[in-house]
């Protein structure tokens, strides 16, 4: 299965980096999605922030707003330029790198990810969270923000698949698979518990899911 997430990765990674002109839209479209974004406020969010898969920055001055410092990690230099121009905080440091590749070279108070854990392979999520408790500092918190299965009745989900994923068409019309899971919460509980975390996940509204987690 491995090859098979490789493959999906690297579309998923091309379909960011094509979409990146138009990812924001999304944000205009959907109100449910604008009502999101307050949530923060509600969050554990604090000290020095590590932001992974920030994409074009709508999430990340929300963090710089809370946080000493914000180190934002994406794999589209597309969505990044998009991100520096959109948050003018000199507490921000952006850097461009494949998150499944990148290995953390400092601890942060604060782990965040917003609609990313849905992106990672089902084979690739016990090493992931191994990076993200590398990243943390000790009393660290994870918090992360992602689409609950709800959403997967607005997605062309793709049957039969190695690695569950959905295809995504951009504007001019090229189609992408990229990989998407739509986590049970009670599962991802027990999942994140077997991996050494205590964690507590909820649904917001009825199309999204908000964590904490913590070693």
Known sequence: MGNDADAVVREQIAYYRARAAEYDRVYAEREDLRV??????????????????????????????????VTAVDAAPEALAIARERVGATT????????????????????????????????????????????????????????????????????????????????DGSEYRIVKVFHDPDRLVRDLSAWGWSARVRPVGTRFIAGTAAR
């Open 92 to 171: 921000v440091r952006f850097e461009c790198a494949d998150v499944f590749a990148w290995r953390p070279t400092r601890r942060y108070d604060t782990v965040f990810f917003a609609f990313w854990l849905s992106h990672v392979p089902p084979e690739r999520l016990p090493a992931f969270w191994n990076t993200v408790a590398d990243a943390l500092a000790p009393a660290g918190k994870v918090v992360f923000v992602d689409n609950s299965r709800e959403e997967a009745a607005s997605e062309d989900v793709l049957a039969g698949q190695p690695v569950p994923s959905v295809r995504r068409r951009l504007d």
């Open 36 to 69: 999101l974004l307050p949530l923060i406020d509600t969050l554990p969010v604090a000290g020095d922030v590590l932001e992974l898969a920030c994409g074009t920055g709508q999430w990340t001055g929300l963090l710089a707003a809370r946080a000493r410092s």
